[in-house]
Nanobody, 117 residues
């Protein structure tokens, strides 16, 4: 069973910081590609940050230099450290785990980040 659960969202002023946490069940977490996606009202869900099992990362251009994805395989946990937050970062953020062998995706329930101006 794989069930990601996000936490850490909230309301923050522009320029502030938040750290999102995603904890997942399962025994092969270290083999997954992990990622954070976000969805703002009226928009499609977009990839924010992703990390492979080998540690390679990708970020959407709008968050480069501000957000950092990391993982702790001993805790089955993914983090998204967000700094210099902007109002346009406001969205529901979702944790995603991808099993490359089964080609399956597992999604968390989402955590809301609101950045006030």
């Amino acid at each position: 069973q794989v069930q990601p659960v996000e936490s850490g969202g909230g309301v923050v002023q522009a320029g502030g910081s938040l750290r999102l946490t995603c904890v997942a069940s399962g025994s092969i977490f270290s083999l997954y590609t992990v990622g954070w996606y976000r969805q703002a009202p009226g928009n499609q869900r977009e990839l924010v940050a992703r990390m492979t099992r080998g540690g390679d990362t990708n970020y959407v251009d709008s968050v480069k230099g501000r957000f950092t994805i990391s993982r702790d395989n001993t805790k089955n946990t993914v983090y998204l450290q967000m700094t210099s937050l902007k109002p346009e970062d406001t969205a529901v953020y979702y944790c995603n785990l991808n099993n490359p062998f089964r080609s399956r995706d597992y999604w968390g329930q989402g955590t809301l980040v609101t950045v006030s101006s």
